[in-house]
């Protein structure tokens, strides 16, 4: 059996493979190929933490097991393994860290979702926070749209992300996003931190947090007026306090993605993607990471 920790994933991960892959995941299971039940979550009351454990069949076999401790402070919020089985026997095939995966495949959605509903020639993108997945959301979003500009704010680290990628940090949340083609909301947040006001006609915003159905990130503002997209109705419409707010039909993105669905429909809308995160994305992207193991050397990247 396979066993691969963060470092060995990174080599065989990459964005140009990962965003395809994600994709075609998402149409697979909006058109109901993917065995998926809803995450099973525990709390880990006492450390102010949670335990899910995450399987999905979608031609390859796994689970996630991960934690999420939102109060971490010097170690990262989310941990993670990925158990990979073969589909004819059971038999395990490698067990691999799931910090590195969660956090590029929850961009890699995301990236999806721009490419296919954010306005071609978008060029202005904001971002509120400054952790894990704003770095990842920036370096996966640059793969289907060119940005001239690139603002980011946070509660506290906003001027140092700002130095080391090279982006503007913006005084305020409001200013982040104010004329922003594409909104990324990445920040650890149980109340609402963009509010619909702000937002020019026309925006795409990515919202990855608030998985919680007591959680909120938005403003009821922004979740009962945008064209709401998410990444599973059943998770999502369980899980997401903004998706259980907005009380409308959402559509998934991989029908937009079949061709099931239509994405934007006029350069005013302002189209929001909503995603929990699900397991057919962690395991397409476990699936990724066997594959290129098994690459012969020059075969590619």
Known sequence: MLILDEAAVQQRLRYEDLIPAVA?????????????PVRTVVPVAPHQGFFAVMPAYAGALGAKLVTFYPKNVGV???????????????????????????????????????????????SVLGILGSGVQA????????????????????????????????????????????????????????????QGRWLSPGTHVNAIGATRPDWRELDDDLVTTARLFVDSREAATRESGDVIAAKREVTEIGAVVSGAAPGRQSDQEITLFKSVGVAVEDVAAAALVLGAGSRKPGAGG
């Open 24 to 36: 075609d995941a998402l149409a697979a299971l909006a058109s109901g190929k993917v065995v998926q």
């Open 135 to 194: 770095g990842s959301h920036l370096a996966a979003l640059r793969h289907v749209r060119s940005f001239k500009e690139v603002r980011v704010w946070s509660p506290r680290n906003a001027p140092a992300f700002a130095a080391r990628h090279g982006v503007q940090a913006a005084p305020s949340a409001a200013d982040a996003v104010r004329g922003a083609d594409v909104v990324v909301v990445a920040v650890s947040s149980t109340t609402p931190v963009l």
């Open 76 to 122: 990262h919020t989310h941990h993670a393994l990925i158990v990979m089985l073969k589909p004819e026997t059971g038999e395990p095939l490698a067990v691999m860290d799931g910090r590195l995966i969660t956090e590029m495949r929850t961009a890699a959605a995301s990236a999806v979702a721009t490419e296919r509903l954010a306005r071609k020639n978008a």
